[in-house]
Each structure stands twice: as C-alpha cells, then as structure tokens.
C-alpha cells in the first residue's frame, strides 16, 4: 500500500511526461527563433523574401607602446546552414558584406607624430532568398 508522502507510479509518470512535454516547448520556441526557424516559419507565411543576416567573422586588435598587434580574427562557416534554408524552399539570391566596427584603440606613436590605431569589429553577412514556390 502507497504511503500518503509517496506518489504513485501513474504521478510519477504524469509528472515526467509534463517535463517532458515542457522541456519540448522550450526547445520548439529556441529553434523558431534560429535562422533555420525563421526561414521555415517565413515559408509557411508564403512570404515572397527572406533575409538573414549574420555574424561570419570578428577582428580583435589592440595598440601597444610603439606599434599595433594584429591580435586574433575568427571566421564562422554557415555553408551548411545556408543549405539547410535553401532545402526549405528558399533559393539564395543575394549576398552582401559589412564591416561593423565594435571598437577602436589608439595611442600617439613613440619619438614620430601620428597615432597607431587599432579597429575591432565584425564582418556580417547579409543573405537575401528568394521564396521557389511563389
């Protein structure tokens, strides 16, 4: 016989199949707002275009006493993103490039006139799809 402070199996059970089912809409709600969601959400809403816009590489450099350090960049590839938006019924029809600068150091050059200057920033990717079945 069950104890009063014990749950029975059948609560058990229902109480995990609510997790679940919890834990199941969150990730339904975090993949919508992904670019692979976003491009299938646009699909279904027969939309004509859809953009997307994404961070394909960043630039860190810094200014030392003297002379600038070419400090670190890191590339991101998106290939196989970009093939999963066009397997969605979106052809890819335009792509465009910025630099967005996030910073910038500078310091007076030792014993010369001038400055050395350090940008740091981002590269974005501006992707433009075409709907295929509109």
Do not use: C
Request: a neutral charge; hydrophobic letters at 35%.
């Amino acid at each position: 016989m069950a104890s009063i402070f014990k749950k029975s199996e059948e609560e058990l059970r229902i109480e995990q199949q609510k997790k679940e089912e919890a834990k199941n809409a969150r990730l339904h709600q975090e993949w919508l707002k992904s670019p692979l969601g976003l491009a299938t959400t646009a699909k279904e809403n027969e939309n004509g275009f859809f953009e997307l816009e994404l961070e394909i590489g960043s630039s860190t450099r810094s200014v030392t006493f003297g002379s600038s350090d070419f400090g670190s960049h890191k590339k991101k590839d998106f290939s196989g993103l970009l093939s999963q938006i066009e397997s969605v019924g979106w052809k890819l029809e335009h792509v465009g490039y910025y630099f967005m600068v996030t910073g910038e150091t500078s310091r007076d050059k030792f014993l010369a006139s001038g400055q050395n200057v350090a940008v740091n920033g981002k590269t974005m990717g501006v992707y433009l799809f075409r709907n295929t079945g509109a």
